[in-house]
């Protein structure tokens, strides 16, 4: 009679070994999800009437409700950033702030990453946890079965309709926080009577500063950084996981997931583009 051998327990290198390539499958996963999502999104046949209703209720969770959010926080952020140039400018550092054309700097800095990065936060604080709370209930009480049963496409469903109302409202929402970022700006020197420039003036001047880089490093991040959190929203809530791990779990773990994704798109995109 064989005798059955005795699991032999993974060492420190093995352990290694197979959380490296658990991340590797997950990165590989999340890849190809994103790539597919995005080629169906530009199909027609993809937007049946429920997938377009999935779209909108969507848009109106991550556009809309975190709308708010995102004018106060651009608001915050211009009147922060042009009161530190108007302080400086007044202070010892006057001279390096004319030499160094602080302004400009201040704008470049809030078009490439100030704007992409803190509205990819809100989208993932906002919408992108209710979003895995939603699939994780769907995968564990058995309704994919169920769509697939009335003959529903779910990763149309369920995947293509929110990364693409990740991705359109990213991208509406940055350009409305860098356009509330300059108007605050604008109040703010105002208020201060540093400069006389009216607002149409003062948005004109601020346009002829960027570059064209800035012009594309924009939509570029904010259509990315939708795209991935909603791959990763996806992946994290759908893909099969330990057993136990339940909601509590996914939502945090998706969270941490998103943002260092985000950072890490945001960082390789600026280096592609600027270098």
Not at 21 to 48: E, K, N, P
Not at 60 to 73: D, E, F, H, P, Y
Not at 165 to 192: D, K, N, P
Not at 217 to 227: E, H, N, R, S, Y
């Amino acid at each position: 009679m064989a005798t059955a051998r005795p699991v032999r327990k993974r060492g420190l290198v093995g352990r290694i070994g197979a959380y490296l390539i658990d991340i590797w499958r997950r990165v590989a996963l999340s890849v190809a999800v994103g790539l597919m999502a995005l080629l169906r999104m530009f199909r027609l046949h993809t937007w049946r009437p429920t997938v377009r209703q999935e779209f909108v209720r969507h848009c109106w969770q991550v556009g809309i409700k975190a709308l708010s959010a995102t004018v106060l926080t651009a608001s915050i952020v211009g009147f922060g950033l042009v009161y530190q140039v108007i302080l400086f400018g007044r202070g010892e550092f006057g001279e390096a702030v004319e030499a160094f054309n602080l302004g400009t700097l201040v704008l470049l800095t809030l078009v490439r990453e100030i704007a992409p990065l803190l509205v990819g936060l809100i989208v993932i604080g906002r919408s992108a946890t209710v979003m895995i709370s939603e699939l994780v209930d769907f995968r564990v009480g058995g309704q994919i079965h169920m769509l697939e049963a009335q003959g529903i496409d779910t990763f149309d469903y369920l995947v293509v309709s929110r990364t693409a109302a990740l991705t359109v409202c990213t991208f509406s929402l940055g350009v409305i926080f860098v356009f509330v970022a300059l108007l605050a700006g604008w109040v703010m020197t105002a208020m201060s009577s540093e400069f006389s420039y009216g607002l149409v003036q003062f948005l004109v001047g601020a346009a002829r500063l960027l570059t064209p880089a800035e012009y594309l490093m924009l939509p570029l991040k904010t259509v990315g950084i939708g795209l991935l959190i909603g791959t990763v929203a996806c992946v994290t809530a759908l893909r099969h996981t330990a057993i136990g791990m339940d909601v509590r779990e996914l939502v945090p773990l998706g969270f941490m997931r998103a943002v260092v994704a985000t950072l890490i798109l945001s960082g390789a995109i600026t280096a592609m583009v600027v270098t």
